[in-house]
Nanobody, 114 residues
Framework: VQLQASGGGSVQAGGSLKLSCKVS???????????KGWYRQVPGRERELVAS????????NYAESVKGRFILSKDNTKKTVYLQMNSLKPEDTAVYYC?????WGQGTLVTVSS
């Protein structure tokens, strides 16, 4: 499995960004059923969950800090997971990592300025 993340960048507070994570070398049924989502990490702190599909029923877990602002979605045919981030805050600044089962993407930096 390979994960290719994209969409990070710099934005002012209140702005929006959309992250994408394409999963390759995975058959569709595995993509559909596996846990997948986004985590983030700030230097000196542990990696934390942002949002994740928990399994086949499509349920989503969101971190409390992003509920109502971030939207996790996926396109099964493209085997891609998206994170729409709205109303961004400076505290959302971090390296964002996509996750698929036991695999991790390379990380994409999101910087939110006040």
């Amino acid at each position: 499995v390979q994960l290719q993340a994209s969409g990070g960048g710099s934005v002012q507070a209140g702005g929006s960004l959309k992250l994408s994570c394409k999963v390759s070398r995975s058959i569709l049924s595995v993509f559909w059923s596996n846990t997948k989502g986004w985590y983030r990490q700030v230097p000196g702190r542990e990696r934390e969950l942002v949002a994740s599909f928990t399994g086949v029923n499509g349920a989503i877990n969101y971190a409390e800090s992003v509920k109502g602002r971030f939207i996790l979605s996926k396109d099964n045919t493209k085997k891609t997971v998206y994170l729409q981030m709205n109303s961004l805050k400076p505290e959302d600044t971090a390296v964002y990592y996509c996750q698929f089962g036991d695999s991790w993407g390379q990380g994409t930096l999101v910087t939110v300025s006040s």
